[in-house]
């Protein structure tokens, strides 16, 4: 008998079931002697042993929907050596789930956080296969993540639509796309929809050359600019400032979110009219791209491979159009950012895209 | 030769560029004697006389275009008879372009404030021809604006997107529709999305209503609660209040828009998450969905043959299916509201829609 | 106790699940006490008596979901009286099975041939509330039928998409719509795609006014041409035919369908390159558009109140913006026909579409 | 002054336009001393000095318009060398254009074939830089064509769209996807789409093992199988025929294409009824997806830097995540096939999908 237990945890996204089916799928089709412990919102079901038990066919027919059957929840891993209000270890109840169900391996779908957690896991003993799941694209050790295209996709048809109705109003629309640390979703999405200023958390904006950016589309004769703005893009000024500080100032400020704040100092140095749209939750929404759903099916059939194989400890993910093994131990709290020198920043400039720097 | 004169005034929306197509290639398809003249950004530039002169091909390919190729502005017919700073009476500005171009008719695409003034321009001699274009739906006259079924799809593609990721978490969605004044918009979206509590300009909310709802479905096992508001949704509080003491308390609260304040609102009276979605001017953005294309597609030829048959001083709109000549006296100031008391209202509650009220 | 039997027949289409969710939440809005036997298959299921009891669980989340949870098939109206391979009286089946389950009523959502059937049940006494369901939108009775509007949207999808490669090449693009008696489908998808021919069941063609209208293109300066065809598209000789005469001559022609019939006379008789896209069964497929979803939903809560009144024997259809409740006896075997005089055929051809006659 | 010739050849696809702003921008960033020549319908434009001179403004707004503003044509490589009807030696004849308009680049956008013809130009003196444009990603030196995830989101939306039509009758689908000598937009579009059978021109099928998987699905109490098949595919037979053999088969049997011979291969063995669908050329259609622009925009700007730095004789591809320049040399001629070992078969294969083989 082949026992394996399976969460969701963190933020969820697209191709989460799709990436399941095919793990699922993938056992099944050597294995008949299989029991599935789907954990329920994410590592708050190890921790409690809240689980259903699942059969191939609740995978099956969900290849195409969004969001994840077994729910999530933002993963509780800063706590995890803190008891709680019950005295609970939260690192000990996990492990006394896997062994009371007597798991074979634990199939892990998550960001970074969640990442960390696995990898405590691993080193605590316990057979453990990951997945690489998140919109932001920002996992270390992959090409690239599923839900990141889904993501990019969406946000992209938010400016798509915006720029017509743009064309026909003299604005400076900004667009506000998902991404606190990081801002792949922000630089594709803004690539895509032809955005006239992207700016990023990895590079911190000077609102003067974003200002001198917009008066010079005006003065070229073209009535409008879209910007599109990632959750965490931040000022050069602001990112002088410590932690602590920052926080301050934002309590302070309190804009509902970055477009608010860069719609406001944009007001007070141009004459232009601004609009904000904020897609919001939507960019974790719907069904999942054909790109992404050909990735996580075939990670997916890669991770049930790699337990068939017994052999535990890996993130799978992509290279060039390979599916790999990559160590937990090397993927575990490292973040991908977006190099301000990378040639896809080069190459956005020489297409006329500003982002907020000389 | 036959000299006619086009612009779009007010907010834009789908299908405004495949509405004038529909009125270029309809005359063009008796007469070949045939000037049009394209005021730019609205009234404005029949104001001043800013305009291009355009061919039946500038009218080609464009049947799928969103926005509108004459550019359009809110329009200022609150000040027509107040003299500008150069002390231009702005009425006998415009009749003296229409005069001076020795224009045959003036088609004018516009909502509800462009139909104000569409009329006045009839009652000062000149010859109008209108056509419904609002995504909001509230012209009366017409049993469809264009513009409208586009607005309610891509409203509809953010609740549908939203659910997705609601499934997976456990809260509450707010998405903020548009819509100042009537709530056809939302409604017809929140109907399509499958919203659970819909908000509406025209039914002023009971915050504790709303609250009994999203408890009632936590306490059937429903682990999320999605919110349609129009931006005009109203407490039954604040319905209460004068024009004057409304305003003078909105300025107080300094909520972005009412999704804000509901959320709140909301966060205070349950133990739930609330999350904001603000899909905003995207809802007018885009290709014109077929719907609209076609409905706008015969109101242009149909405005045609009013021309050619020398016909004026209509709207034209539909009723079932058929395209009719509204006289413009009768449209003019007059708006098309959801009312609470009708079928659409009473069927979308048996499917257990809340509306917030008792 | 309240006993409700229901199934779906014929072609599916889009928004079965949707109002079939609108039935069932409607009644269980006001009553608990409520039975619902769900026939597998269409009438098939009444007449073996094949069917699920289901609640209203089973009818949540299917608001967006393509397709028929209760499957359907042709129906088989036509062997009615005659009994088949063991004897079996088809009508008396069916009577029997809601005789012997004591139902209250029986929903029958379907098109055309299925309305027949349904008024039969009724006038052998058995209560019968109908929906109208079909992309032909050919139901007399309804202003509309739910399926059209998201099979009109596929099909001008494929149109547009078919547009932007037709500019690239010198070619007549032919594309197949579905319609084998009417051609509404083709028609506003013809309308909304800018086909620049649209044949129809309903307007025999004149393939030599066709070749004129492409050459005339051609000789305009336009590279390409692009057709819509119905599938019951039909030359004005072939419509002199006697039934059996145009069954033999198909039969001996061999053509797969009626694009390829059209595409051979026209490469006979102009120099230019054909290419065919049949998007078939894709146009019942996919999420109802929201248009038909809340046009469904509408028409399956009026369908409960109805039940809910105990008032039977009819269709539920819209007129206007309202729902009415027509009696079946006026509904069944009539068919809704592109009426060739009609305004929409005039104002189409006023915006220089063909439809192949003089 | 920098002289550019710039022609689209070949089937279109997405993201023609979206490439050739991101050359024409990119040196525009840079230079202002630039004239470019747009060739109109492919090397044709070249052969017979068929140009418009164009400006970075015909660039502007066409990131997300699909098609080519240039035109193409079929490329006429295989006549090379054979003086056309006038006695005209077509590369000379090329030849001379590019140096009569004293060219400093010739960029070229298209597929195998367009780049065998750009590398003997290349060959002859010629300075030429090309784009990897194809819907079929079957070049050479790149990890991926613009015009292929466009297409695969195409097809899977159909096979989607097929699929909630297939669970309400018990029917075989066949969807005829695009690529005649390579499969992998069929393959990534039927993961994508969860077909059951995948039909590849690199893996010859054997029509036995299609049926049993057919008949396995049934007996497992699953109505419907959905087939993916690449107008290429071929039947383990038919693939040990020489050239001509084969062909002399296909005319006799006149099949319209391959989805109707496979139709009839499993109608004569199987009891099931089967559907077509032939989405054809849509697959070439619409608005490229965000992926392709961004990789058609990064290729398009990296092309003008190659240019810029005066460095020829290259196509751009990408490897990973970076723009690379790859030798035309190394390019031309060579084809990159669907490898029946690879593992994203075998993946694919775990998840229940079958090759037609055992």
Known sequence: MLRIGMLTSGGDCQALNAAMRGVVKGICSKRDDVEIY??????????????KMLT???????????????G?????????RVPDENGLDKVEAMKHTYHKLNLDCLVVLGGN?????????????????TL?????????????TFGFQSAVDIATDTIDKIHTTATSHSR????????????????????????????????PYDINVVVDAINKRKAAGKKFTIIAVAEGA????????????LKAKKEKQKYPSVAYEVAEKIQKKTDQEVRITVPGHTQRGGSPCPYDRVLSTRLGAAAAEAILDGDYGYMLGVKKNDIVRVPL??????????????????EAEMTGISFGIK
Chains 1, 2, 3, 4 share one sequence.
Do not use: C
């Open 113 to 129: 956080g969640t990442h960390k957690t696995a990898n405590m896991l691993r080193e605590e003993g316990l057979h453990v296969i």
């Open 172 to 203: 400076v629309f900004i667009v506000e796309v998902m991404g606190h640390k990081v801002g792949w979703v922000t630089l594709h999405a803004g690539i895509a929809g032809g955005a006239d200023i992207i700016m990023l958390p990895e590079i």
């Open 72 to 80: 999530t929840s933002r993963q509780p891993f800063k706590l995890m």
């Open 56 to 70: 191939s066919r609740d995978f099956s027919g969900i290849l195409t929907v969004g969001g994840t059957i077994l």
């Open 234 to 245: 931040i000022s050069k000024e602001d990112a002088k400032l410590s932690k602590k500080e």
């Open 38 to 51: 789907g954990f329920q919102e994410g590592y708050k079901g190890l921790i409690y042993s809240n689980f």
């Open 329 to 346: 131990s090397e993927v575990a709290g490292k973040l991908k950012y977006v190099d301000p020198k990378s040639s896809i920043i080069k």
């Open 132 to 144: 690489p799941k998140t919109i932001d694209n920002d996992l270390w050790g992959t090409d690239m």
